[in-house]
């Protein structure tokens, strides 16, 4: 039985803190297929005016945009078995030959743009447009893997799903939303880029350790990410997929239908959306992270029930939104692992690598709380990717990562820098170098001519970790021989750079 009055004390739990710190907020929304039942709010809005953060803010959707773009594919009956090159030809082959569908599901091993640029040099503020941001995508060398093996975390496809909406229909993007939002006359609407005015907008903020920073984020939002809306508005857009109202007849079911690898194993990714379980109840959801903004949004369909959590604070808002829903479903929330890993692994061969601390991990990057399997292994929530994982003699642990079967060993802690890393290295295609010293620094490319420093975490087999710094977020992209001598970089969302040794020892 649904339990409104515990839901809304869970919420208030979550935000009465935020009011309190003077901070930024946030707001959280409980909602059923009617629409808005219950809400909590707290923090401000814009610290540097006091404007307290009220279910009505508007905010920053970012990643649960992407459901809202696939409802528009499917509303406009584009094909998702479609080459993304059979629209937009300018593709490079291996893009283009991916299908929608994997491009959408995260399996199509698309590299993600934003990646991609960085380990290229080029800094998260810079404003970069959609136009800009596609040019770069069509001097992208290749794939990341061969679709359809991996789900792996990218931004890319739901940007291309942009760009076929707007060639398709003829239509820009913000006015095929507006067109989506009309009949329920919803608060939500796209939002190209961070110039853009958005009446009532909650200011994203980060916390340095010190104090609260506003948050920057200069690329092109796209679709994947462009959405600004308030977490009313969000709800009630929730209530109505699930409701099943008018045009939205059948479109959740769609949404959240089983995706599959080319294997036919499930992936718990959908198109925009994540499946999951909450104690016996299915859920599905999806999170969203800008800088200075986090949320999420999850809805137990069979129950009628969900919740949104927006945030203007770089926080986790996963397990505030499953708190609330466990309380509003009298379930019990996921508990700890009964032994929790520590530290840094790395499998056998390949770029692979995990760090586990504080009962989370973070995979190349992606970043997911471990709970327990009931089996005596660990698996994540999932926000975004679906881990299994048992521990093994020895240290090790194996199982599923994002559909692929891994097996993590421990990094000694006396791992040394493998000397034959050392020297200055380019990556002609796309004119990219990195220099490695001998006390296992690196000259990274960044802002042009200025470029970086970061110290090397060394692993097994000629493989270290870079460590760069981007406001709130770190990016760990590891460095790997390869048995020709040359070096690839690769992260959980982009691994296309591939470098041939230009000199010996580390000199310009």
């Known amino acids: 039985m649904v339990d409104w009055t515990r839901g809304r004390s869970e919420a208030q739990a979550i935000t009465e803190p935020w009011t309190r710190q003077g901070g930024p907020g946030g ?12 809400s909590a709010s707290g923090g401000f809005a814009v610290i540097e005016h006091r404007l307290p953060f009220t279910p009505d803010t508007q905010n920053r959707l970012a990643s649960i945009s992407k459901h809202i773009c696939a409802a528009v594919l499917l509303r406009e009956g584009v094909p998702l078995d479609e080459a993304l090159g059979s629209v937009l030809p300018e593709l490079p082959a291996p893009l283009g030959a991916v299908p929608l569908g994997r491009a959408l599901d995260m399996t199509g091993a698309l590299p993600d743009m934003m990646e991609a640029l960085w380990q290229q040099g080029t800094p ?20 990341n893997a061969e679709p359809g093996t991996e789900m792996a975390y990218s931004n890319t496809g739901w940007r291309l799903a942009q760009a076929i909406l707007e060639r398709r229909t ?16 919803l608060p939500i609407r796209f939002v190209s880029d961070e110039t853009e005015a958005v009446p009532g907008l909650a200011t994203g903020y980060w916390h340095d350790g010190k104090a609260w920073r506003r948050g920057q984020y200069g690329f092109n939002f796209s679709a994947s990410g462009g959405m600004a809306g308030s977490a009313a508005g969000l709800a009630r857009w929730a209530a109505a997929l699930m409701a099943g109202r008018g045009t939205h007849a059948g479109l959740l079911d769609r949404l959240a239908a089983p995706r599959r690898f080319a294997d036919g194993g499930e992936s718990g990714y959908r198109l925009g959306l994540v499946a999951s379980r909450l104690g016996g109840i ?22 009628g ?12 808002a996963l397990w505030p939104a499953l ?17 929790l890993p520590n530290g840094l692994y790395a499998t056998e061969q390949g770029p692979f690598w995990a760090e586990f601390a504080g009962g989370a991990i973070s995979f190349m990057g992606g970043y997911e709380k471990l709970v327990a399997d009931g089996a005596g292994g660990l698996r994540s929530l999932p926000a975004y990717l ?9 240290g090790a642990l194996a199982g599923r990562i994002g559909g692929v079967s891994r097996r993590l060993l421990p990094v000694p802690a006396e791992t040394r820098l493998d000397e034959r890393l050392v020297g200055r290295w380019r990556d002609a295609r796309l004119g990219v170098e990195v220099t490695i010293r001998a006390d296992g620094t690196a000259s990274w490319p960044w802002a042009g001519t200025i470029g970086r420093e970061t110290r090397l975490t060394p692993l097994p087999g000629g493989r270290a970790l870079a460590d760069l710094t981007h406001g709130p977020w770190r990016h760990r992209p590891c460095l790997w021989l390869q048995p020709d001598g040359s070096l690839r970089l690769a992260s ?9 040794r230009i000199d010996q020892g580390g000199q310009p």
């Open 27 to 38: 707001a959280v929304v409980l909602f059923d297929r009617e629409g808005v039942r219950e």
């Open 124 to 143: 998260f503020t810079a404003s970069l447009s959609a136009a800009e941001i596609l040019a770069a995508a069509r001097r992208l060398p290749g794939l």
């Open 170 to 185: 003829g239509k820009r993007y913000a006015q095929l939303i507006d067109e989506l939002m009309a009949p329920d006359s």
């Open 282 to 303: 299915s859920i599905i959801g999806h999170g969203g992270s800008l800088t200075g903004y986090r949320n999420h949004m999850l809805i137990a369909p069979e129950q």
């Open 305 to 316: 029930v969900g919740v949104v959590v927006l945030t203007n604070r770089e926080e986790d």
């Open 323 to 339: 708190r609330v829903l466990a309380a509003l479903l009298g379930e019990a929330l996921p508990s700890d692992p009964e032994t």
């Open 386 to 394: 679906e881990i299994a994982l048992k521990p093994e003699a020895g």
């Open 492 to 500: 959980h969302r982009s691994r296309i750079l591939h470098f041939q």
